[in-house]
């Protein structure tokens, strides 16, 4: 069964700082793109940062570029979002998704989605 699996999520003040991550199974994690969505209530999701599978190459949204940055490591078959100066917009409910082919960014039909986890950021 493919299985992706957000983690990391918390209670944070503003100008803090969380790092998720996106561990996954069940598919050739390596050869995937991922993505990080975030869905705040009462607003339509958000595609917040992409990574491809082979060159790295990257993708953020302008509302979190230069605190937010994206990582993986395939050998552990997971990637990463470090999130510095948090901010009470950043609140949301974030998601991972895995897509075999990558556009330059996010897009809502990616193959596989996983549960969300929390994000909260106190003023």
């Known amino acids: 069964d493919v299985q992706l699996q957000a983690s990391g999520g918390g209670l944070v003040q503003a100008g803090g700082s969380l790092r998720l991550s996106c561990a996954g199974s069940?598919?050739?994690?390596?050869?995937?793109?991922i993505g990080w969505f975030r869905q705040a209530p009462g607003k339509e999701r958000e595609g917040v940062s992409v990574?491809?599978?082979?060159?790295?190459?990257?993708y953020y949204a302008d509302s979190v570029r230069g605190r937010f940055t994206i990582s993986r490591d395939n050998s552990k078959n997971t990637v990463y979002l470090q999130m510095n100066n948090l901010k009470p917009e950043d609140t949301a409910v974030y998601y991972c998704?895995?897509?075999?082919?990558?556009?330059?960014?996010?897009?809502?039909?990616?193959?596989?989605w996983g549960k969300g986890t929390q994000v909260t950021v106190s003023s």
């Open positions: 069940g598919f050739t994690y390596p050869d995937y793109v």
């Open positions: 998704a895995a897509d075999h082919l990558w556009y330059g960014g996010p897009y809502d039909d990616m193959d596989y």
């Open positions: 990574i491809s599978s082979s060159d790295g190459s990257s």
